[in-house]
């Protein structure tokens, strides 16, 4: 299983509107409307931000979206916070009952 | 509130095994499917495999195929996660995950990790 692609780093400046990609194949984000979002701060734990493509558990802020075309899902995180810089990885259910990662993205918050 | 508390660090040898635990509280366990996941050390999660916590079942990553091996007790609220014939590359934080949402990859609670140390 290969890692989903996602784009080294991103960065934005507070207020600013930030989108991180993740770009899979037919095989898993094309295929399927599975795709979850994590943040994690240095040396903590990942938290869940997103899932099923768009749909955000209770806590997190409504200025994180996510939505997806074809083999791309994408996460916007608008009206940036310094809080909000962290790493994101996106995941997607690959078939099969197996699950595949990104290569995760580093989000500086200028 | 739901919680996993797993065991602590470990040092091993290459060739050798190492077995983490996850104790959960604060849920249905067995109403769940517990996921693994590791993280080398300034690199990107790993999905490892899951166990349902109810029926045993188990699925694998094809990248540790025959070498992982997840398992659970369901009267001590704890999954198990086996990796075997350890190197240097093995080395890494692994976290258990809960699925929240009747396996659908939704991850929404996680353990403190472990850090296993593979080291000649």
């Known amino acids: 299983q290969s890692a989903l692609t996602q784009p080294r780093s991103v960065s934005g400046s507070p207020g600013q509107s930030v989108t991180i990609s993740c770009t899979g194949t037919?095989?898993?984000?094309?295929?399927?409307?599975?795709v979850t979002w994590y943040q994690q701060h240095p040396g903590k734990v990942p938290k869940f931000m997103m899932y099923?493509?768009?749909k955000r558990p209770s806590g997190v802020p409504d200025r994180f979206s996510g939505s997806k075309s074809g083999n791309t899902a994408s996460l916007t995180i608008s009206g940036l916070q310094a809080e909000d810089e962290a790493d994101y990885y996106c995941?997607?259910?690959?078939?099969?009952?197996?699950?595949?990662f990104g290569g995760g993205t580093t989000l500086t918050v200028l | 509130q739901v919680q996993f508390v797993q065991s602590g660090a470990e040092v091993k040898k290459p060739g050798a095994s190492v077995k983490v635990s996850c104790k959960a509280s604060?849920?249905?366990?067995?109403?769940?499917?517990i996921h693994w996941v590791r993280q080398a050390p300034g690199q990107r999660l790993e999905w490892m495999g899951w166990?349902?916590?109810?029926?045993?079942?188990?699925k694998y990553s094809q990248n540790f195929q025959g070498r992982v091996a997840i398992s659970r007790d369901a009267s001590a609220s704890t999954a198990y996660m086996e990796l075997n014939s350890l190197r240097s590359e093995d080395t890494a934080i692994y976290y258990c995950?809960?699925?929240?949402?009747?396996?659908?990859?939704?991850?929404?609670?996680w353990g403190q990790g472990t850090l296993v140390t593979v080291s000649s």
């Open positions: 037919r095989s898993d984000v094309g295929a399927y409307n599975y």
């Open positions: 995941c997607s259910y690959a078939g099969t009952y197996t699950w595949v």
């Open positions: 995950t809960r699925d929240w949402l009747d396996n659908s990859g939704s991850f929404d609670s």
């Open positions: 604060g849920f249905t366990f067995s109403s769940y499917v």
């Open positions: 099923d493509v768009s």
């Open positions: 166990i349902h916590a109810g029926n045993a079942n188990t």
